[in-house]
Every structure is written in structure tokens, then in C-alpha cells.
């Protein structure tokens, strides 16, 4: 039996699966090596206002992420990659995690570097996901952070300036 409830307009509305269904489907897309079906999984979830949580997360992680490589560090815009791919990366302040978040995102335990010292990462590290399978691959930047980082204020200066025309030139940056 289909399940509805009622707007306060009483029109008939289509009742909303639970996570943990959300959660099982992508998971069986994943082991399809379908990433539309994961996309399609995590829009209805979008729509309907479901907020995933740690095991979700988890089943997407492994449903999207099959192969992971690091490409090249790059320091300048002609240093970086020219695949037409799309790129994910992540900015933000020194030492808050970036590279840890990298690690968790991709479900790795050390791909990207982690320190203790900020200023550690001072290169956009570019790291290849799904390289096999075209329609779902793409690059993940682990970026320098901004801010307290134990590096010259000239090369800090440099990496600003380098992340402001990479965010504004960088056709492929997508998120």
C-alpha cells in the first residue's frame, strides 16, 4: 500500500522514505557502479530535506569514491593539471583539517599529508578520483590554508594571490 499524507490544503502528498532507505539504495548503486543512481539518491534526499548521517555518508563515500591517485602539487596556474575534469577543492584557514578532511572524504587514511604545524601544505594537491570510469571522475584539491601558516609573508602573499585568480579563472573548478 502506498503511504500519503495530507498538505493543509488536503491534497494527497507522497510520503518520504526513511534514510536507512536512502542509505540502502545507494549502496546497491554503488555496487552497480551506477554513480547516476547515487546522484538521483542524493537529490530525492536534497528534496525531501534528509540530512544524511555518518552511515549514509559513509555508504556514498563508497558508492562514488573506487580509485584514488595523487596527480601533481601545483604552484602556479601553469602548474596545474589541464585535464578538462571537473575539480572539488577544499579552501580554508591553516590547520583546521583540510587534509584530514581529504583522508575522511575519500575514505583513505593518509593520501593527503597531516600536520601539526600549519603551513604544512603549500602546494594545490591534486588528487584523481574514478580515472577508469570517465562519466564519474574528477579531481580533488587539497589546498594551502590561510592565515596562520609558519611560512614568509611574501610566499603567503603568493598563495592569496595565486587562489584568487585560480577561483576566478579555473574553468573546471566546480565546487
Known sequence: AKRTSRSSAGAPQP???PLSAFTKLVR???KAKCPEGVYLCLDAMEAADIQPDAENTQALV????????FVKGGV?????PELP???VAFFG????????LVNMVLGRRAIA??????????QYNYFLLNEARPSASFHLLDMPGLGFAR???????????FMREYVRVRPQLKL
Open 151 to 161: 611560512a614568509p609573508a611574501a610566499q603567503r602573499r603568493s598563495w592569496l594571490e
Open 76 to 80: 602556479s596556474m601553469e602548474t596545474l
Open 62 to 69: 563508497n558508492a562514488l569514491v573506487h580509485e584514488v591517485r
Open 15 to 17: 510520503a518520504v522514505p
Open 85 to 87: 575534469i571537473p575539480e
Open 28 to 30: 546497491e548503486f554503488g
Open 93 to 100: 584557514r591553516s590547520n583546521v583539517g583540510k587534509s584530514s
Open 113 to 122: 599529508y597531516t600536520s601539526k604545524t600549519p603551513g604544512k601544505t603549500q
